[in-house]
């Protein structure tokens, strides 16, 4: 298993959508949970600081939506995978940015 370097706890509110949430609470929660987050991220990484900025923005955006298209989200959640999968080092199943930790 890869060695995720930050966790981004997403398990709270992930297990309720869609039937308690729906798409745009879920990405006000998942702005919150990143915005919180991005501390780490600029201590540590600042390298990967305004790719994280970019994806924030894109779910932030889409929380603001009377009614966010479900196929937006998973782009952007796709980014934001992609994003954390970055390795940061060369060995297999190395180091890497970030686990998004949906359930418990």
Known sequence: MAQWQLTFDFSGFWKKYPDELSTKEVCEKV????????????????DYEYDLDDIISKFDDLSKEDNPDIDDFDHILEELYDWADEPLDNKWNGKKLAWIKTSF
Request: no cysteine.
């Open 31 to 46: 702005v919150s949970v990143l915005n919180f987050e991005k501390n780490n991220v600029h201590k540590l990484f600042p």
